[in-house]
């Protein structure tokens, strides 16, 4: 079973900055990528940004320039960097990884998410 735990949303004013962190634990055996994904209410849950072990990083285009996403394979954690935040980035953000156990294959695995608000 592979857990994970995010932390760092919150309520900011628009054009602030917030970081999200969030760290997995468990019977990991190699995880190949995680990233972070959002879900506004009344709309899809939506990639925001992924990153492999490699470092290989994937940005939806509202985000790009804004956004950096980076990965500690030794913490097995992913931070987001979120600058000059706009309204519409508020949302519930998810963390997700792929990852693999001693008795699973890759398998994607999801937080349970943070608020985040962008309101002055």
């Known amino acids: 079973q592979v857990q994970l735990a995010e932390s760092g949303g919150g309520l900011v004013q628009p054009g602030g900055s917030l970081r999200l962190s969030c760290t997995a634990s468990g019977s990991i055996s190699d995880i190949r990528l995680m990233g972070w994904y959002r879900q506004a209410p009344g709309k899809q849950r939506e990639v925001v940004a992924t990153?492999?072990?490699?470092?290989?990083?994937v940005y939806t285009d509202s985000v790009k320039g804004r956004c950096t996403v980076s990965i500690d394979n030794a913490k097995k954690a992913v931070y987001l960097q979120m600058n000059n935040l706009r309204s519409e980035d508020t949302a519930v953000y998810y963390c997700n990884t792929q990852a693999r156990s001693i008795a699973t294959l890759y398998t994607d695995y999801w937080g349970q998410g943070t608020q985040v608000t962008v309101s002055s």
């Open positions: 990153i492999t072990r490699a470092g290989r990083t």
